[in-house]
């Protein structure tokens, strides 16, 4: 079952650009994250952000969560194209923190 | 840092083979997961383990089998094998020790073609 949508599904900018993604999820969670993942390879996870925080930053990246609407944003600033990847949230469940639901990503293409 | 090993990362098989996926993690995680991702589908769970010898039932698991008789081994079985279990195989480990930070760590994936 699908948790987390992103949003868009492909994103392209140039170099120095900000990217911003999005994701909405359907049920109460005690976290959310948002992972990494290079073409052809595993996943890196990236930031996770509380259900009782509202905003958090990580370097180049800033999570927001909007708890009553459900979503959450991933902005990276000043892009680079060493961060063309694909980009997923994952949440939690309320009943199992164990595991974890992910949406089907947004695909990040950085243009030099 | 964690890692989190595959036995493969390519595979190709043929139809009604038995084929085997070994995982192994180094941090002493408890639990384990085994998922498979498909274009435009994201990640589905097929198994996880949160102990040895525990296993439970993911979103899609129907064709698959798992084992985890050692703490830092989870292995993933198609009994026989079939043409759309073609996909790219993850396995990925986290600890319990806190509840509400439960980052996984991936392997590298397995990217299996059953002919």
């Known amino acids: 079952s699908q948790q987390g949508e992103e949003d868009p599904q492909a994103l392209s900018i140039q170099e120095g650009e900000n990217a911003t993604m999005n994701c909405s999820y359907k049920?109460?969670?005690?976290?959310l994250q948002w992972y990494r993942q290079n073409s052809g390879r595993g996943l890196v996870h990236l930031i996770l952000?509380?259900?009782?925080?509202r905003e958090k930053h990580s370097g180049r990246l800033r999570v927001t969560l909007d708890t009553s609407k459900k979503s959450s944003s991933l902005l990276i600033t000043a892009s680079r194209a060493a961060d063309t990847a694909s980009y997923f949230c994952?949440?939690?469940?309320?009943?199992?923190?164990?595991?974890?639901?992910f949406g089907s990503g947004t695909r990040l293409l950085v243009r030099p | 840092d964690v890692k989190v090993t595959q036995s493969s990362r390519y595979l190709v098989k043929r139809t009604g083979e038995k084929v085997f996926l070994e995982c192994v993690q180094d941090?002493?995680?408890?639990?384990m997961f085994w998922y498979r991702q498909d274009p435009g589908l994201g990640l589905r769970l097929i198994y996880f383990?949160?102990?040895?010898?525990?296993?439970e039932k993911g979103d899609i698991p129907e064709g698959y089998s798992v084992s985890r008789e050692k703490k830092e081994r989870f292995s993933l079985i198609l009994e026989s094998a079939s043409t759309n279990q073609t996909s790219m195989y993850l396995c990925?480990?986290?600890?319990?020790?806190?509840?509400?930070?439960?980052?996984?760590?991936f392997g590298p994936g397995t990217r299996l073609t059953v002919l």
């Open positions: 941090m002493d995680h408890e639990n």
């Open positions: 994952a949440t939690d469940g309320m009943d199992s923190s164990y595991k974890l639901i």
């Open positions: 049920t109460s969670i005690n976290n």
């Open positions: 952000i509380r259900s009782n925080e």
């Open positions: 990925a480990s986290s600890t319990q020790v806190h509840w509400d930070y439960n980052e996984q760590f």
């Open positions: 383990s949160y102990d040895v010898k525990m296993k």
